[in-house]
């Protein structure tokens, strides 16, 4: 079966794999198509396009950080309009400020209970892209505090710690309309991954109604049965089926492009019926 990976990270955001490796790394996979969608971040995507030029079929994406009742929910919008993109970059604009705050709050935090750490450093440290829990661990790490990701988000980055602190997020139904606006295609990335299946319900009629066109019916910490659940509720709400491995490369040690933990399959036809969507939207812009 043709494959594809609709959701994976590079350095502009949490992953340890450039664009143009994550282009690599797909073909040897043999993917018919893959999705860069950093966190709230689109700076890596055009060495992305650039790198997959008569390769591979690449689409430009972003997951964003939102929140409703009380949840932290992620967009992956893809496909944007050129034209109208500046609409959406505007709110990650927004977002990216709330989270260097955050960022630099929980770090002042830390230094204040007596460890030896500074924004300055972690900011000389941990290059470019889009910052957070992520990198602050691996300043962590370089510090000799934890001994990995794991142990940092357990226990001293844990949201309960009392150190963390953790930015405002975008509205859920807000984004919606936003990307629509923008042209883009809207996803709501891993709904099971975070929500119990009521909860994901409660969501979905609302989340319809304000303009989402699919939802992340593969991912790789998913069982046969979160799939067949989403699958359903896909066909129940008429909405477009997405998926992918959320490949962050070294951070998440074990999942791998294309294939997650080893028995993912996101059939192409999600791609296309995807595309086609955008295509249809990029009639009405």
């Not at 050129?82 to 260097?100: A, D, F, G, S, Y």
């Not at 794991?150 to 309309?177: H, I």
Request: charged fraction near 30%; include cysteine; proline fraction near 2%.
């Amino acid at each position: 079966m043709k494959k594809c990976d609709l959701h994976c990270h590079s350095v502009f955001s949490d992953g340890r794999r450039t664009p143009e490796e994550l282009i690599d790394l797909a073909c040897a996979a043999d993917l018919g198509a893959i999705a860069l969608t950093d966190h709230n971040t689109m700076e890596g995507t055009e060495r992305f396009l650039k790198s997959a030029e008569g390769r591979i079929q690449a689409v430009a994406g972003c997951e964003i950080s939102t929140e409703a009742y009380g949840q932290e929910l992620h967009l992956v919008g893809l496909f944007w309009n050129p034209e109208k993109v500046e609409l959406v970059q505007q709110k990650l604009r927004e977002q990216i400020l709330r989270k260097e705050e955050s960022n630099r709050r929980t770090i002042e935090r830390l230094a204040e209970a007596g460890y030896d750490l500074s924004y300055e450093e972690f900011l000389a440290l941990s290059g470019e892209g889009s910052l957070n829990r992520v990198h602050i661990a691996r300043y962590l790490m370089s510090k000799g505090i934890i001994k990995d990701v794991e142990e940092g988000f357990a226990n001293l980055l844990s949201k309960k710690g009392g150190y963390y602190q953790e930015a405002e997020k975008l509205d859920f139904f807000e984004m919606l309309s936003v990307i629509t606006e923008a042209g883009g295609v809207s996803v709501w990335a891993h709904p099971l991954h975070r929500l119990d299946r009521d909860t994901c319900l409660r969501i979905l009629g609302k989340a319809k109604a304000c303009g989402l066109d699919g939802a992340e019916a593969y991912y790789s910490t998913y069982t046969p049965e979160d799939t067949a659940f989403m699958l359903e509720q896909c066909k129940k709400y008429s909405l477009l089926i997405s998926g992918g491995s959320d490949f962050h490369g070294e951070n998440k040690p074990g999942l791998y492009l294309g294939v997650g933990y080893g028995d993912l399959v996101v059939p192409y036809e999600c791609y296309e019926k995807l595309e086609e969507r955008a295509r249809e939207k990029a009639k009405n812009c």
